[in-house]
């Protein structure tokens, strides 16, 4: 399946969680479909955005790796169904939309969170995301840079 339709289908499976332990695993899902987002791109994506797609990867594997590793069925397992990016422009917005909505979703957590362990999970989640969302952003902007700067050298 492609980036942006796992991506939407995150998006709706984050907003329709219910408590805690569902969100959580939403937010799971999201950061391995960033990690997997970032793996693709790292290796067979545009040149110049390989190193912050690097980056994508690791921030995402932290984001996954302080939230309790969810039980999910094979199928379930939202990253291991991508199977090509389409346009890197548009699976990077829409991540980027996701990674935002999955730091909205924590803090809300957080904040009702009833013990200590939840409220400091859902802070490194809310870190993890948030610096995985600059990475994303970064990307886009190399994307524009490379953009703007094709019609000048192509007239150059």
Do not use: F, H, N
């Not at 067979?44 to 594997?61: D, K, S």
């Not at 996954?64 to 039980?71: H, Q």
């Not at 969170?113 to 939840?118: F, H, I, M, N, V």
């Amino acid at each position: 399946m492609d980036a942006v339709r796992l991506i939407v289908t995150s998006r709706r499976a984050l907003a329709a969680s219910g408590g805690a332990p569902e969100l959580l695993t939403e937010v799971w899902q999201a950061q391995a479909l960033a990690q997997a987002v970032g793996s693709r791109l790292a290796v067979a994506g545009p040149p110049e955005l390989r190193g912050e797609a690097l980056g994508l990867t690791e921030l995402a594997g932290r984001g996954c790796g302080v939230l309790d590793t969810p039980v999910i069925a094979p199928g379930e397992l939202r990253a291991a169904q991508l199977t090509e990016l389409g346009d890197a422009r548009q699976s990077l917005t829409d991540l980027g939309g996701l990674l935002g909505e999955v730091g909205m979703a924590l803090v809300g957590l957080a904040c009702a969170a009833d013990d200590e362990a939840t409220y400091w999970q859902c802070m490194e989640a809310i870190d993890a995301a948030d610096e995985s969302r600059d990475r994303v952003l970064e990307m886009l902007r190399k994307l524009a840079d490379r953009d703007q700067s094709l019609p000048e050298r192509e007239a150059g």
